[in-house]
């Protein structure tokens, strides 16, 4: 059962191979009370409840049709002039549980779903003409709806030469391949490749149609759900019974995959996250922000999974531990790439605390990386990233470790508890954050204990993906002066605060409801700033791949607002020596260096790369594009290349362990062997050797 508790749920909390969400609902009669049940909960306990309007209905409707048909494949504009009747009519449709607006696009989908079914056997009846210049525009934002049949069957007929040119292009490399293996191999004809990739887009198409039938009347009333709840803010979601079931199960933290997040990003499957530990990271080829477009069981026949829905893409990905998978994937800078990962037993322990301890210039200094902020909410003696932090610092040291960098890159939040008990292992009594219910004051959240478990030299390290209850610990530490922190501009931006509500508590029904994830309250810096949308500024910035992507909570459909409160009372730490000019020689360094220069050129060519919207449909310039994406692509493989002059080694107490335990001691091998080729850790260790403490003060001694 999902239990009412506050936590600051993850940012990246979707569909995941970790924990296998699905989407498939049982179909549920009770439609109208849950619509009751809904309106109910929102308006009512939601931090900011939307006033049920001509406005909020306009938003709910283009969020439903945008779901519906991202790619506009299916509607006609006549489907959607009918439709924009209801356009300011759905908000008293809900109030009067009301499902006409509803009924009429569920049954205009089907309707259209069927008649597309019959489109592609034509179309793909006869060889397409690659000589043809032809563009397809993929910003289907600024793409108008088909007038007629005729004008969708030609959208459609674009969209199915793409498939069969990415096909055709792969086969005709293979082709090439061989032939430079063996001078010997005959090669097939370019008409004999081409019907090969055709009958491969219409196999796959024919396993599309038959998924989309799959998709039940619950699931697309979920949608319609979603696009109510998400209006209010974008971590408010209902779950449906059978994912708030799969949500139940993933709390024990173990199932065998490869260990990524997926989101589903119109038709594409897009990794969200990689978790710390996982075969993926360990392999190190798979990225955030990669598409996956095919799937290969060891050496067998790739499957399509663009258009598939996400928890059958998932059921294609994931599998038992020791079994080869095969992704071939859409780089971010449009590469495509062929990446093997063998499956293993993804398990929480892997998200985790652990520490590393660094060696430079024969000084010694702590890593610990804290993946999230974790906690048991129902055995409270189990283990939570508060007290395994606090064991971490006393081991670290036992080893006399000089300093501390916390690396909190891609953590997503976690227990808000939490959060407050690791501000309070580097502080004295104190303020740590501001939390406020709607209409009410803000309620200072403390550190209650003034024991302090490491009063040395501090940097915090972020990227644009930590978020949430990373940003509480964060921005407390640059409030108090406690650290210095190191990483990209700014923080995700998520200052708000979720909570998973059962909505079976509301009504006596035979039938499961589902659950509401909803955004309860926000949180604010000690300061009286907050991290909603401006995150936590970095004091020395870092450029990455990211920089200059659209990455962030200010990104995202209708996010609650900035705002400010007043200050708690706090004193700074003020104990460093050189804490200005450690962050200026740290400038002046990253200014200079080489490396960084083309990282910062590489996340201005990704980003350029991420505009071009339209896609050569003619073999040769199609060809040329990618040829010449690969060319500049190579610009930048020194990037790949870095190498660091630092050692990490495991913590003494670990090492036992790692004797005894071949599948920790790999996980630790290659989070070593990736922490001396991150350039941004380097960095991060420069500052940290540089930071003094004044005279009057010393290291914690054992």
């Given at each position: 059962m999902i239990k009412k508790?506050?936590?600051?749920?993850p940012i990246l909390l979707v569909f995941t191979l970790l924990f296998g969400y699905s989407t498939k609902a049982n179909n549920n009669p009770n439609d109208k009370l849950l619509l009751s049940i809904l309106k109910y909960v929102l308006t009512q306990g939601h931090y900011q409840p939307k006033k049920l309007n001509d406005e909020f209905s306009r938003n709910v409707y283009k969020n439903f049709i945008t779901s519906l048909d991202?790619?506009?494949?299916?509607?006609?504009?006549?489907?959607?002039?009918?439709?924009?009747?209801?356009?300011?009519?759905?908000?008293?449709?809900?109030?009067?549980?009301?499902?006409?607006?509803?009924?009429?696009?569920?049954?205009?989908?089907?309707?259209?779903?069927?008649?597309?079914?019959?489109?592609?056997?034509?179309?793909?009846?006869?060889?397409?003409?690659?000589?043809?210049?032809?563009?397809?525009?993929?910003?289907?934002?600024?793409?108008?709806?088909?007038?007629?049949?005729?004008?969708?069957?030609?959208?459609?007929?674009?969209?199915?030469?793409?498939?069969?040119?990415?096909?055709?292009?792969?086969?005709?490399?293979?082709?090439?391949?061989?032939?430079?293996?063996?001078?010997?191999?005959?090669?097939?004809?370019?008409?004999?490749?081409?019907?090969?990739?055709?009958?491969?887009?219409?196999?796959?198409?024919s396993d599309f149609f038959i998924r989309m039938h799959d998709i039940s009347y619950q699931d697309w009333f979920s949608t319609y759900l979603n696009s109510i709840a998400e209006d209010f803010d974008p971590h408010t979601t209902y779950f449906d019974a059978s994912v708030k079931k799969q949500f139940d199960i993933s709390m024990s933290g173990k199932i065998e995959g490869i260990g990524a997040r997926l989101m589903k990003k119109n038709d594409y499957t897009k990794v969200s996250e990689l978790i710390s530990g996982g075969p993926a990271w360990k392999e190190g080829e798979l990225e955030v922000g990669d598409i996956i477009l095919k799937v290969a069981q060891g050496d067998g026949e790739p499957v399509d999974i663009v258009g598939m829905r996400l928890d059958d893409a998932i059921e294609y990905i994931k599998g038992k531990k020791g079994t080869e998978v095969k992704l071939t994937v859409k780089k971010l800078d449009g590469s495509i790439k062929v990446i093997s990962i063998i499956r293993d037993v993804v398990?929480?322990?892997?998200?985790?605390?652990?520490?590393?301890?660094?060696?430079?210039?024969?000084?010694?200094?702590?890593?610990?990386?804290?993946?999230?902020?974790?906690?048991?909410?129902?055995?409270?003696?189990?283990?939570?990233?508060?007290?395994?932090?606090?064991?971490?610092?006393?081991?670290?040291?036992?080893?006399?470790?000089?300093?501390?960098?916390?690396?909190?890159?891609n953590n997503g939040g976690g227990s808000l508890k939490t959060a407050i008990e690791i501000s309070g292992l580097f502080i004295g009594k104190g303020p740590v954050v501001q939390v406020k219910y709607r209409d009410r004051n803000a309620n200072v959240k403390e550190d209650k204990s003034a024991k302090i478990a490491w009063d040395g030299p501090l940097v915090i390290l972020v990227n644009e993906l930590s978020a949430s209850a990373s940003e509480i610990f964060t921005a407390a530490m640059q409030d108090y002066g406690r650290a210095v922190i190191i990483g990209s501009k700014q923080t995700y931006g998520k200052g708000t605060v979720q909570s998973l509500l059962d909505l079976n508590r509301y009504a006596n029904s035979k039938q499961d409801l589902g659950a509401l994830k909803m955004t309860i309250q926000k949180f604010y810096r000690i300061n009286g700033g907050s991290t909603q949308l401006d995150g936590v500024r970095s004091d020395i910035m870092l450029p990455d791949k990211f920089t200059y992507l659209k990455i962030g909570e200010r990104d995202l459909e209708n996010p609650l607002p900035f705002d400010k409160v007043p200050a708690a009372t706090y004193s700074l730490w003020n104990n460093y020596e050189n804490f200005s000019e450690t962050i200026n020689n740290s400038k002046k360094r990253i200014a200079n260096n080489n490396?960084?220069?083309?990282?910062?050129?590489?996340?201005?060519?990704?980003?350029?790369?991420?505009?071009?919207?339209?896609?050569?449909?003619?073999?040769?310039?199609?060809?040329?594009?990618?040829?010449?994406?690969?060319?500049?692509?190579?610009?930048?493989?020194?990037?790949?290349?870095?190498?660091?002059?630092?050692?990490?080694?495991?913590?003494?107490?670990e090492k036992p362990l790692l004797k005894n335990n071949k599948d920790l001691s790999d996980k630790r091998k290659a989070w070593h062997r990736n922490l001396k080729k991150d350039i941004y850790m380097q960095e991060a260790i420069n500052v940290l050797g540089e930071l003094k403490l004044k005279p009057e003060l010393h290291l914690v001694k054992n």
């Open positions: 508790f506050k936590i600051l749920i991202p790619s506009k494949h299916y509607f006609l504009q006549s489907d959607i002039d009918e439709f924009s009747k209801y356009k300011t009519d759905i908000d008293d449709q809900i109030k009067n549980e009301d499902l006409s607006f509803f009924y009429l696009v569920y049954n205009r989908l089907t309707q259209r779903i069927k008649e597309a079914e019959s489109y592609y056997p034509e179309i793909l009846a006869k060889p397409f003409d690659f000589n043809k210049k032809e563009i397809l525009n993929v910003d289907y934002d600024k793409t108008p709806y088909a007038k007629n049949k005729s004008e969708l069957i030609s959208i459609w007929r674009k969209q199915l030469k793409l498939n069969t040119l990415s096909r055709l292009y792969d086969n005709l490399t293979a082709e090439n391949d061989k032939l430079k293996e063996d001078k010997t191999y005959k090669k097939k004809s370019f008409e004999e490749l081409e019907k090969a990739a055709r009958s491969k887009t219409k196999e796959n198409m398990e929480l322990e892997d998200t985790f605390v652990k520490s590393s301890v660094v060696t430079k210039d024969n000084r010694k200094f702590g890593v610990i990386n804290l993946p999230k902020f974790y906690i048991d909410f129902d055995e409270k003696n189990f283990r939570n990233s508060a007290t395994d932090m606090a064991k971490e610092i006393e081991r670290l040291k036992k080893e006399n470790v000089e300093g501390l960098v916390i690396d909190l890159r490396y960084f220069k083309l990282i910062d050129e590489n996340a201005h060519w990704l980003k350029k790369t991420q505009d071009e919207t339209s896609v050569y449909l003619d073999y040769k310039d199609y060809k040329n594009e990618i040829k010449t994406n690969e060319k500049e692509a190579k610009k930048f493989d020194a990037i790949k290349n870095y190498t660091s002059n630092l050692t990490y080694t495991s913590p003494l107490y």
